[in-house]
């Protein structure tokens, strides 16, 4: 069973930057398509950026050009790089597997706010 642990949330400004890990446990990380996921209050989770085991990335149109996903196959974590920070972009990010969804990490909070 693989587990995942999201980190490097907290509080930061409008404009601001912030890296986030996401660590997951088993060698199954290496092949698999992983995603950035965020939950804002009262909405549905959804996904924000993915990347292939081979380095292809994707984004959504409310992040692109604002964050950079990227991946560590030798340390199986994957981390978004998310900068110009918006207060809509305040949320519990989580990272998963695209297709074949494992369970859910905790999430780590991103609070956007002067």
């Known amino acids: 069973q693989v587990q995942l642990v999201e980190s490097g949330g907290g509080l930061v400004q409008p404009g601001g930057s912030l890296r986030l890990s996401c660590a997951a446990s088993?060698?199954?990380?290496?092949?698999?398509?992983m995603g950035w996921y965020r939950q804002a209050p009262g909405k549905q989770r959804e996904l924000g950026a993915d990347?292939?085991?081979?380095?292809?990335?994707n984004y959504a149109e409310s992040v692109k050009g604002r964050f950079t996903i990227s991946r560590d196959n030798a340390k199986t974590t994957v981390y978004p790089q998310m900068n110009s920070l918006k207060p809509e972009d305040t949320a519990v990010y989580y990272c998963?597997?695209?297709?074949?969804?494992?369970?859910w990490g905790q999430g780590t909070q991103v609070t956007v706010s002067s």
């Open positions: 998963n597997r695209l297709f074949g969804i494992w369970p």
């Open positions: 088993g060698s199954i990380f290496r092949a698999s398509r």
């Open positions: 990347i292939t085991s081979g380095g292809s990335t």
